[in-house]
């Protein structure tokens, strides 16, 4: 969500994909977020906070930018 | 949807439903008292329909859903995301009803009928809640 969200890629798709499938209630759950929420940053509709991208790359056990990726210039 | 998108689905309804009563005349009712308090009490009825449409659709469409997707709809607590677009709704709806305030203002400075200018006041709060709820509905869907 704000004016810079269309800069921030993300790979929870494919991260979720790779940790066996896990389903988005269950990332949600793990990061204390509504399924909601993980549905809209996985399309780029919101820009976690920073606290929640972190909480997202920990439940992958991978670092922040292997999760978001800035393409702004 | 989400039982939030359903309930602000529920209040834009009934907030058109009162709206299109009110510009229908149902605030000229025959043998209704036409004084300020009476138009008072009248309102404050229709705020007392709005609660109970409100809690009576909301039962009903989370038995309807639960029936037609076999899932429980209900309503999950608020995270970062929810308090955003609350806040951004919020704003809207503060927007809405400080014009309305302001036109109420101008009305009663040009010695309008003091009971058009409690309706008017009344439509500014309708109106602060219709962008409220249209508000979430949109920022959930797009945002």
Request: proline content about 2%.
């Amino acid at each position: 969500m704000g004016k810079g969200q269309a800069q921030i890629d993300n790979s929870v798709r494919s991260l979720r994909f790779h940790a066996g499938e896990m389903t988005q209630a269950a990332l949600a759950e793990k990061v204390g977020v509504t399924r909601q929420t993980i549905v809209a940053i996985e399309q780029g509709r919101y820009s976690p906070s920073l606290e929640v991208a972190f909480r997202i790359a920990k439940a992958f056990g991978v670092p922040l930018e292997q999760v978001f990726q800035y393409q702004g210039d | 949807m989400t039982f939030k998108q359903w309930n602000a689905a529920i209040m834009i309804v009934g907030q058109i439903l009162v709206t299109i009563w009110l510009a229908r005349g149902g605030w000229q009712l025959p043998g209704v008292d036409q004084s300020i308090a009476g138009t008072a009490v009248k309102l404050l009825w229709v705020v007392g329909f709005m609660i109970a449409w409100n809690i009576v659709l909301a039962i009903t469409i989370a038995i309807l859903v639960g029936i037609v997707t076999r899932r429980e709809l209900v309503d999950e607590p608020d995270d970062e995301r929810d308090r955003v677009i609350n806040l951004k709704a919020s704003r809207n709806a503060y927007f809405a009803v400080s014009i309305g305030g302001l036109i109420a203002l101008l009305l009663f400075a040009l010695k309008i009928d003091p009971i058009v200018g409690v309706y008017v006041v009344f439509g500014a709060l309708m109106l602060g809640g219709l962008a409220d709820s249209a508000s979430r509905l949109v920022y959930y869907r797009i945002g």
